[in-house]
């Protein structure tokens, strides 16, 4: 599976708050990778 984020300002780690360099940052990647493997899980997971 393949997943494109597009990165935007707001998603610095300056503007969240976690970092002082204009790059993506920590919280936010790692909120990327839960959203793809919410999506993955989901397959698998029984419907309510």
Known sequence: M???F???QEHS???VGSGNV???S???M???MEN???ELAQKYLEKG
């Open 30 to 32: 790692i909120a990327f």
């Open 26 to 28: 920590t919280p936010l």
């Open 13 to 15: 780690s300056v503007v």
């Open 22 to 24: 204009n790059v993506l």
């Open 6 to 8: 597009l990165i935007r």
């Open 2 to 4: 393949e997943k494109v």
């Open 36 to 38: 793809v493997d919410l």
